[in-house]
C-alpha cells in the first residue's frame, strides 16, 4: 500500500489546482482520474461550450451592411477543431503542469476502502488528508428517461449532424447558452421553462431583454411550462437542462445532503481529514468556485488556515448578448428592505456599442440609499462576461459611488457604460437625458 500526503479524486478544476497548490507546498500528492484531466469543465462544459460560442458568432450575419460574407460550415470538422486543436492542448498542458510540480496521476474509479485509504484498478492506496473533487452530472427527471429523442449538454459533442429543430427543457445558464449558440448554426429553437422568466433568480429586467432578444432571432420561449412528459413535444431533439447532480462517493458517516456533500468554511466535511471541493459540496456549480475552493482546501491541508467567502459570487451566461451579474439584484434588495437607488445606462447610449454594433443591452447599477454603497451590478450585452469581474471587485470591497467615480473609464470602451451607469445613481449621468 502505497502512502501519500494528500489524495484527490477527481481531475476538475477543484480537483488539479488542489493538487498543484498542495504540490507547491512540499506535499506528496495523488491525483486519481475516472475519465478525462480538467473535468467536465475541460472536457465537455466551460472550454468546448465557449469555444461553439465563439464559434457561431464567427458564422451570425456581419455587423456592417456594407460588408457581404457568405458562410459555409462543416460540423464534424468543426468538432474535429474544437476536441483536437483546443481541448486536447489544454488537456496536455495540464498533464504535462501536474508532472512538472511531482503530482502522481492515475488513471480510474477511486472506492474508499476507510477514510483513509481509497482503491483505485485493484491497488490501495492511503492519506492523513482526501480531498473530493468528483463533481456533478447532468440530472435527467424520470419522466424524460424513455424518449429516445432526449439529450443533455454532454450529447452534443456526439452529434455527426445537427438537428433541424430542438426542444429545451429548462431556461437557466445552460439551457439559454445553447439555445443562443444553435440559433445561430441554423437550429429552430423552442424553449420550456417551469418559472416566470428565464434565468430564474435574475434581475427581472435584464432576463426580459434577453427574452426579447431571443424572440427576436427567433428563439421559441414559453414560460411557466412545468412538462410532465415529452408527448406534447414535436421537435426532433428534446435538450433536458434542468440541473446537476452531486457524484458522491460512497462513505460511511459522510455527511450530505440533495445538493451534496457539507462542508464548512474550510472545506472540511465531517469526517476528520476529507474535505469536498467543487460541485460535489452543491454550494456553486462554477469552476472558478470550484478552483477557489480547492485551493482553499489545499491551504487548510498545508497548515495555512484559510476560509471561503461565498458573499460577492459573480455569474456570467455565454448568450447572445451576453449576462454578467454580482451582488443583490434590485428585486432581492427591497426583499431585504434595504432602500435602494438605481443606476441604468443603455447600450444604444454607447459609442464603443455602435463601432461595434452590439447596441441591444443594458447596464445596472444597485446601491444602498443611505451610504451609497455599491451592491449589485447586472450586465447585458457584449462583453459582460469579462466587465463583471469590476463589479465583483467593488462590491466585495464596499466601494461607493464616490469611489467608483474617481476612476478613468478608458474611450471608446464598454466599461464607459458602467461609468455612466454609477453616475446616473445621482442623475449625473452625461449621455443621458435629465430626468424629470
Request: proline share 3%; with cysteine.
Amino acid at each position: 500500500m502505497e502512502k501519500y500526503d494528500v489524495i484527490i479524486i477527481g481531475g476538475g478544476p477543484a480537483g488539479y489546482p488542489c493538487a498543484i497548490r498542495c504540490s507547491q507546498y512540499g506535499k506528496k500528492v495523488l491525483l486519481i482520474e475516472e475519465f478525462a484531466i480538467g473535468g467536465v469543465c475541460l472536457n465537455r462544459g466551460c472550454i468546448p461550450t465557449k469555444a461553439l460560442y465563439s464559434i457561431s458568432e464567427e458564422i451570425s450575419s456581419v455587423k456592417y451592411s456594407s460588408i457581404e460574407k457568405k458562410v459555409n460550415y462543416d460540423w464534424n470538422k468543426i468538432l474535429n477543431e474544437v476536441l483536437n486543436d483546443i481541448i486536447l492542448r489544454l488537456r496536455v498542458g495540464i498533464s504535462m503542469l501536474l508532472k512538472s510540480y511531482g503530482v502522481e496521476l492515475i488513471k480510474g474509479k477511486a472506492k474508499f476502502k476507510d477514510i483513509k485509504t481509497v482503491e483505485v484498478n485493484g491497488n490501495f492506496y492511503t492519506a492523513e488528508n482526501i480531498v473530493i473533487a468528483t463533481g456533478s452530472s447532468s440530472y435527467v427527471p424520470e419522466c424524460f428517461k424513455n424518449d429516445k429523442r432526449v439529450i443533455t449538454s454532454d450529447h452534443i459533442w456526439e452529434f455527426q449532424k445537427l438537428p433541424q429543430n430542438l426542444a429545451i427543457i429548462g431556461g437557466g445558464f445552460i439551457g439559454c447558452e445553447f439555445a443562443s449558440i444553435l440559433n445561430k448554426f441554423g437550429v429552430k429553437v423552442k424553449i420550456y421553462e417551469m418559472m416566470d422568466t428565464l434565468l430564474p433568480g435574475k434581475d427581472k429586467e435584464i432576463t426580459e431583454l434577453l427574452k426579447k432578444s431571443f424572440e427576436k432571432r427567433g428563439i421559441e420561449v414559453h414560460l411557466n411550462q412545468k412538462l410532465e412528459n415529452c408527448e406534447s413535444i414535436e421537435e426532433e431533439k428534446i435538450f433536458v437542462s434542468v440541473g446537476r447532480v452531486s457524484n458522491i462517493p460512497e462513505i460511511e458517516g459522510l455527511e450530505y445532503d440533495k445538493k451534496g456533500i457539507k462542508t464548512d468554511e474550510r472545506l472540511k466535511t465531517n469526517i476528520e481529514g476529507i474535505y469536498a471541493a467543487g460541485d460535489v459540496n452543491g454550494k456553486y456549480q462554477l469552476a472558478y468556485v470550484a478552483t477557489k475552493e480547492g485551493e482553499i482546501a489545499a491551504e487548510n491541508i498545508c497548515d495555512r488556515e484559510a476560509f471561503i467567502n461565498y458573499d460577492v459570487i459573480p455569474e456570467v451566461v455565454f448568450t447572445d448578448p451576453e449576462i454578467g451579474v454580482c451582488g443583490l439584484t434590485e428585486e432581492k434588495a427591497k426583499e431585504k428592505g434595504i432602500d435602494v437607488i438605481v443606476g441604468k445606462f443603455p447600450y444604444s447610449a454607447l459609442g464603443r456599442a455602435y463601432a461595434d454594433k452590439k447596441t441591444d443591452g443594458l447596464f445596472k447599477v444597485i446601491a444602498e440609499k443611505d451610504t451609497e454603497k455599491i451592491i449589485g451590478i447586472h450586465i447585458i450585452g457584449k462583453s459582460a462576461t469579462e466587465l463583471i469581474s469590476f463589479a465583483t471587485l467593488a462590491i466585495a470591497n464596499e466601494l461607493k459611488i464616490k469611489d467608483l467615480e474617481k476612476i478613468f473609464y478608458c474611450h471608446p470602451t464598454f466599461s464607459e457604460g458602467i461609468m455612466e451607469a454609477i453616475n446616473d445613481l445621482n442623475k449625473k449621468s452625461i449621455h443621458l437625458p435629465p430626468k424629470i
